[in-house]
């Protein structure tokens, strides 16, 4: 569900129109927004906190045959969380599972991975070291540095 919930929109069109499937469904939920509350943990590891608020798009489905399905993302798009429950429901089927896998989620899962490559590249690429600055050297590491005699009193 994560892969289809992260997917751009666009992308995960482009897959379904791929998989060619036109499977009769009836709502259990029709598409509808809404807000959740956001919550983080300072550094990762801390007590939880309220970030704010987000919008999201929700739905439930039932396929002809009785399988449901689920579609809820971080975002206003009613075709979004309808082809994310379609998936959802889909991929329960023995039918139909294998090919949601490798015409929908593989290539989502792929070109996901790529945007987060890139985007740690780019974040990386900005990395300071403020132990290196206060000195005025360019070491990466504190052995590095403390190996020099620049730490040592």
């Known amino acids: 569900m994560a892969t289809l919930a992260k ?4 992308e995960l069109e482009t897959a379904w129109d791929q998989l060619g499937l036109e499977p009769e469904y009836t709502w259990l939920r029709q598409p509808e927004f809404g807000s959740t509350m956001i919550r983080a943990r300072a550094g990762g590891t801390g007590d939880p906190f309220n970030l704010g608020e987000a919008t999201m798009t929700r739905c439930a489905l039932r396929l ?12 206003r798009s009613t ?4 082809l994310a429950a379609l998936c959802d429901a889909l991929m329960q089927t023995d039918e139909h599972s294998a090919a949601v896998e490798s015409t929908v989620i593989a290539p989502l899962a792929v070109a996901q991975k790529k945007r987060n490559d890139e985007e740690s590249k780019r ?9 290196a600055m206060e ?3 360019s070491l990466t590491s504190k052995a590095q540095y403390e190996g020099k005699g620049y730490g040592k009193k």
């Not at 997917?7 to 666009?10: L, P, S």
């Not at 002809?64 to 975002?75: K, M, N, P, S």
């Not at 974040?123 to 132990?131: E, G, I, Q």
């Open 123 to 131: 974040a990386n690429a900005t990395k300071v070291d403020f132990l």
């Open 7 to 10: 997917a751009e929109e666009d």
């Open 64 to 75: 002809a045959d009785g399988t449901a399905g689920y579609g809820y993302i971080l975002a």
């Open 79 to 82: 075709r979004h969380a309808e």
């Open 135 to 137: 000195r005025g050297v």
